[in-house]
């Protein structure tokens, strides 16, 4: 879920932004997760035949339809658990996500 919401929320697309922005998650871990959503077809593996080699991540169709989930599942937390996001760098939903719960 992490690694989706920062694919949505702060557009990140490279091994090396996940592994930096994902507290607690090492190289093997990361890279079976992305593994898991790219065979599920949740995230697209692209290759870019560069020196160096550049591989991006980008969300499916598949994927994309998730936000909405991703969306609710913060304001759920935001509603009932709202220290979860006391040490986070957003403080707010609306911040976080770049909408009002209330629009959801």
């Known amino acids: 879920m992490l690694i989706l919401r920062n694919m949505i929320y702060s557009k990140q697309k490279h091994f090396n932004e996940f592994l930096n922005s994902i507290e607690g998650i090492n190289l093997n871990t990361l890279s079976t997760r992305l593994r898991e959503m790219e065979k599920n077809q949740l995230i697209e593996r692209r290759i870019f035949h560069e020196i160096p080699v550049r591989i991006e991540y980008t969300l499916t ?41 209330a629009s959801l």
């Not at 598949?62 to 759920?76: R, S, V, W």
């Not at 709202?82 to 996500?97: G, H, R, V």
């Open 61 to 101: 169709e598949k994927g994309k339809d998730l936000i909405p989930i991703i969306e609710q599942m913060g304001a759920f937390s935001m509603k009932h658990a709202p220290e979860i996001f006391k040490n986070s760098k957003a403080s707010s939903f609306q911040e976080l996500c770049g909408r009002d719960p």
